[in-house]
């Protein structure tokens, strides 16, 4: 079983004018490795740029090269 997870942060200001903003987000997500070589996984992001709530979910199979 393979877990993964991360923390972000960003500040962003425009040098023209005066707006200045920040935002962060976080992610985490799951998988399984079977057969040795394919691997399933699923992982949920949300960020909040600017104000606005968006939440992403992806999930993928992979075939692994060892």
């Keep these: ?3 993964s ?3 972000g942060f960003f500040h962003w200001t ?3 004018r005066e707006d ?3 935002s ?3 992610t985490g997500g799951v998988g399984y ?3 040795d070589l394919w691997l399933l996984d699923a992982a949920v992001t949300y960020g ?3 104000g606005v709530s968006v939440w992403e979910l992806r999930a993928g199979i992979s075939i692994l090269s060892h």
């Design 1 to 3: 079983m393979q877990l």
């Design 5 to 7: 997870g991360g923390l």
């Design 14 to 16: 425009d040098f023209d």
């Design 20 to 22: 200045a903003f920040g």
């Design 24 to 26: 962060f987000g976080a």
């Design 33 to 35: 490795e079977f057969a």
């Design 48 to 50: 909040k740029p600017s």
